[in-house]
Nanobody, 131 residues
């Protein structure tokens, strides 16, 4: 079972930066891994923010393009989300997610896969951006 633990959230003023980390441990079955970051504001649906495929292909939600960067350290198995030029509307709980598939792709800031073999979610880390 794959376990994901996020860190790096906090409070920052608009225009500032934060870097989220997601440490992965365990195993989620043989397949193609795809990982991503989601965020959710209370009372609203969870939305995809950024995703990265096993071949390093990345994709971002329109609202964060040019400001956020997703990356994965394969050696340490840590997923990152560098967030720059933060806006008050970026305030949300941020979740790390991973899926193992027979095949996957990324669009709309999230992973899409077929033949899912497993998925995992982190517990979330709060990001608060003040004006």
């Amino acid at each position: 079972q794959l376990q994901l633990v996020e860190s790096g959230g906090g409070s920052v003023q608009a225009g500032g930066s934060l870097r989220l980390s997601c440490a992965a441990s365990g195993y989620m079955g043989y397949g193609v891994y795809c990982m991503g970051w989601f965020r959710q504001v209370s009372g609203k649906e969870r939305e995809g923010v950024a995703a990265i495929d096993s071949d390093g292909t990345t994709n971002y939600a329109e609202s964060v393009k040019g400001r956020f960067t997703i990356s994965h350290d394969n050696a340490k198995n840590i997923l990152y989300l560098q967030m720059n030029s933060l806006k008050t509307e970026d305030t949300a709980m941020y979740y790390c997610a991973a899926g193992s598939y027979a095949a996957s792709s990324v669009r709309d800031g999230r992973c899409y896969g077929v033949g899912e073999k497993g998925n995992a979610w982190g517990q979330g880390t709060q990001v608060t951006v003040s004006s």
